[in-house]
């Protein structure tokens, strides 16, 4: 019977119930990006759980950690980091290292070189096949993916289901991409983990502790724009917003600012062209280069965090702020009312300017009286992908005892899950 996990029957799951091994495909390091720190979040959280982790390594194609090609990770240096770690992985599995008792856990779904695995896994012994698990970062079912700008797609699209025959499972960051996943007629098992890889206290480290958040009432009037400046960010709508404060006098004392993480750069140039006009005017003010820590120290004399983003699953950025004391304002849109568990003060109608300047100008008096919740949810990610891939596709699958139970959106009833609030805000009684 073919290994296709969207037809497995029980006779198919592996007998084991405690993961022996994980092997672990990480993501290269770039200083922009939230893949710098990536690694550590996951370790800290493996090593709590005492887990027997082989983080599978890979060799970088410079020590820039910058992107210099594409968009999201460095076009040349993610094949090349991707195929070396599959190279070595490979070598594992030939040394017998690798056995249906372990798990391969993939950071992103795209891994070059990962047509390997079903090529070798379909030609070895039932007790040398691995469970394996990938984490679905968008894909070519978000149509605001830069795959779609690049004309990627078509190509994406088939790869995808080259994954989607081997996979043990696919893990989503929200009911939304669940439902994008659905209705793109993928097969493997689906698993919402219901936000993104994160790691509070080590983000709190990088200002010297909670103790040195600093007080809301003693930070600058500053709105911050932390997001790629890239097409499917909506760059535009935050820079009408700007406008919007000036032409109606309210924007005395409020500094708008982007933060990045390189040099301000575009998929569309028309953006940066504009950001640059607005600074020249004294409207904006372009913080660029800056280093993770740098980032932080300005999230921690900001007040908001403002997102407009068509495509953005759950976002790293919100967390961050979140735990940093400023508050965030983002849309109601896809991944972000699961996020903001229906928060209603901190999510806008999209695309509404009005509604937005009416939040934001609550959110600059005042820190939320659910501030902090989103990071404490999202810091919770890692140990809801451990309790995932450590019994997903194993014979307590469906049982009282299988975590993985509660997150598993195979079913035809996926959609009842996208009303549940995932954590319980602090509500103010009138």
């Known amino acids: 019977m073919p ?13 084991n119930v405690a993961m022996r091994k ?21 370790r800290r959280v493996f090593d709590r759980r005492g887990l027997d982790i082989v983080y599978v390594p890979g060799t970088t194609i410079d020590n820039t950690q910058s992107i210099s090609v594409g968009q999201v990770l460095d076009a040349h240096g993610r094949s090349y980091f991707g195929m ?38 379909d030609q070895i012994p039932q007790n040398a096949q691995p469970r394996v698990f990938v984490r679905c970062l968008a894909q070519s079912i978000d149509p605001d993916d830069f795959v779609h700008v690049w004309g990627m797609a078509r190509w994406m699209g088939l790869y995808e289901q ?36 994160f790691g509070k206290a080590e983000v709190l480290e990088r200002i010297g502790g909670v103790q040195n958040i600093k007080p809301f009432d003693q930070r600058k009037m500053r709105v911050g724009f932390a997001a790629r400046f890239d097409q499917e960010k909506q760059p535009g709508f935050f820079m009408d917003l700007i406008e919007m404060y000036h032409a109606q006098g309210r924007h005395k004392d409020i500094e708008f600012a982007i933060f990045q993480g390189g040099p301000l750069r575009s998929n569309n140039p028309e ?43 759950v976002s790293n950025t919100v967390s961050e702020a979140d735990t940093l004391g400023a508050n965030v304002l983002y849309p109601a849109y896809r991944s972000f009312p699961e996020t903001f568990a229906d928060d209603p003060n901190r999510l806008y109608v999209p695309w509404s300017i009005d509604d937005a300047y009416h939040k934001l100008e609550n959110l600059l008096q005042a820190p939320h009286h659910n501030m902090g919740l989103i990071s404490d949810w999202n810091d919770g990610t890692i140990d809801r992908i451990c309790d995932i891939i450590e019994t997903a596709g194993t014979i307590v699958e469906g049982s009282a005892e299988c975590k993985a139970t509660k997150w598993n959106r195979s079913g035809n009833r996926y959609r009842d899950h996208v009303s549940q609030a995932k954590y319980t805000v602090r509500k103010i009684k009138g």
């Not at 037809?7 to 007998?15: G, P, R, S, V």
């Not at 660029?288 to 983003?309: G, I």
């Open 271 to 313: 953006y940066v062209a504009r950001a640059r006009q607005l600074a020249s005017e004294g409207k904006l003010t372009i913080y660029e280069n800056l280093t993770k820590n740098d980032y932080y120290a300005l999230l921690n004399d900001t007040r908001v965090l403002f997102n407009c983003a068509l495509q953005d699953w």
């Open 22 to 42: 994980l092997f672990y495909m990480g993501l290269e390091s770039y200083e922009a990006r939230y893949t710098l720190q990536l690694t550590e979040w996951n």
């Open 162 to 197: 080259m994954v989607n025959e081997f996979v043990t499972g696919v893990l989503a960051t929200n009911e939304e991409m669940v439902a994008h996943m659905r209705i793109a007629g993928w097969t493997a098992p689906i698993y919402n983990i219901s936000g993104l890889a």
């Open 84 to 121: 070396s770690q599959m190279m070595n992985l490979v070598q594992m599995m030939r040394n017998g290292e690798v056995t249906h008792e372990d798990v391969i856990y993939f950071e992103d779904m795209f891994q070059p070189g990962i047509e390997s695995l079903p090529y070798i896994m």
């Open 3 to 15: 290994r296709t996990c969207g037809t497995k029957i029980a006779a198919d799951l592996q007998d």
